[in-house]
T-cell receptor, first 117, second 110 residues
């Protein structure tokens, strides 16, 4: 089946550090990947839609300069949390939708737990 | 605006009892509805989608456009069904981004 790999699974770092999270589709190509944020006991909130070869589309209220997204290939999207602060601590999840055929469902990664001290 | 509501944060039933997880949505066009499940310490995975009209692990869900609902049902709950369940909506066309409900934690008691 379609597998999405997300790395790292957990990050703990100091305030002011920039953190990069990778999302890879292992056995399929994805023109579109999605980045979500999940607060404790809350639902997944879409942050941005990552489009291969073009700029990401950010949801309202999400700072594009804070959360940099790069989708350089059909199998890799990265999310960089720049100058992270404690309020950025959260669970970040990516998903990818196969490019083949219309209406393909999204496949999710395991998520990255980010803790900013 | 797209919105998905799961009114129950927690649901607890006994093994063998019927289960129904409620999901209501708001969308002006023709939505596509999904149920995702997250078992303990595992990633979110697709359980079923309304367009396939299939039963997965004994679960079914019917899209009721009149009531704007997509409730998830199973006639006889099993202990391994204990998990977090998310209802999600995708609009037609475009990037087909998903909007998730708050989730319902289902616990099946022995």
């Amino acid at each position: 089946g379609a597998v999405v790999s997300q790395h790292p699974s957990r990050v703990i770092c100091k305030s002011g550090t920039s953190v990069k999270i990778e999302c890879r589709s292992l056995d399929f190509q994805a023109t579109t990947m999605f980045w979500y944020r999940q607060f404790p006991k809350k639902s997944l909130m879409l942050m941005a839609t990552s489009n291969e070869g073009s700029k990401a589309t950010y949801e309202q209220g999400v700072e594009k300069d804070k959360f940099l997204i790069n989708h350089a290939s059909l199998t890799l999207s990265t999310l960089t949390v720049t100058s992270a602060h404690p309020e950025d601590s959260s669970f970040y999840i990516c998903s990818a939708r196969p490019r083949t055929g219309g209406g393909q469902p999204q496949h999710f990664g395991d998520g990255t737990r980010l803790s900013i001290l | 605006a797209q919105r998905v509501t799961q009114p129950e944060k927690l649901l607890s039933v006994f093994k063998g009892a019927p289960v129904e997880l409620k999901c209501n949505y708001s969308y002006s066009g023709s939505p596509e509805l999904f149920w995702y499940v997250q078992y303990s310490r595992q990633r979110l995975q697709l359980l079923l989608r309304h367009i396939s009209r299939e039963s997965i692990k004994g679960f079914t869900a019917d899209l009721n456009k009149g009531e704007t609902s997509f409730h998830l049902k199973k006639p006889f709950a099993q202990e391994e069904d204990s998990a977090m369940y998310y209802c999600a909506l995708s609009g037609s066309g475009g990037a087909q981004k998903l909007v998730f409900g708050q989730g319902t934690r289902l616990t099946i008691n022995p």
